[in-house]
């Protein structure tokens, strides 16, 4: 997870885009429209795992879609979907939330989320990230999207130390 590991000490909030972190980046769409996406059950242990260290999570999503919704739901993590600038939308939460922005992480994987990613202090992407991105990382996860990436940051939040992956 490159030379950089934090700990939950470091972190007052975790935000994360949802396709291409929670996902791998792909949608299956019937012929009557409806989407659906793959998601790692990993990446719900992880979410509970740093809920129950007492770490905020939130999902920010450019596009509203009840995908991101019902999984936000049964991962017990907020979402704020709709976002035509990620940048923007994470500056006003810090400001509102009266956080510190080099105390919040952010994950994301394409062009869309840099401005989220330029706005904290811990801006993540996981190993497939879109290569423009990549440069903006504080941390490149070993994880790619759908992998259980928030699985492994939660095992190098809490322990300190680079999480496996999807296994863990």
């Known amino acids: 997870m490159g030379d950089v590991s934090p700990t939950l000490a470091d972190i007052d909030m975790l935000v994360t885009d949802f396709d291409g972190v929670l996902t791998d980046n792909r949608v299956l769409v019937s012929d009557d429209g409806h989407e659906s996406v793959v998601c790692n059950r990993a990446d719900g242990i992880g979410c509970d795992l740093l809920k129950g260290a007492g770490l905020h999570l939130l999902i920010l999503s450019t596009e509203t879609n009840r995908v991101v919704s019902v999984r936000a739901a049964k991962l017990g993590v907020e979402v704020v979907q709709g976002c035509a600038d990620k940048g923007e ?40 990230a879109h290569p423009d991105v990549v440069a903006d990382a504080r941390l490149v996860t070993a994880a790619g999207g759908g992998q259980g990436v928030l699985r492994e940051l939660a095992s190098t939040l809490l322990s300190g130390q680079p999480g496996s992956g999807a296994g863990a």
């Open 89 to 128: 939308a994470m500056r006003d939460l810090v400001r509102e939330r009266a956080l510190d922005p080099a105390r919040v992480m952010y994950v994301g994987n394409d062009v869309n989320d840099l401005g989220a990613l330029r706005a904290v202090g811990w801006p993540v992407v996981p190993a497939d």
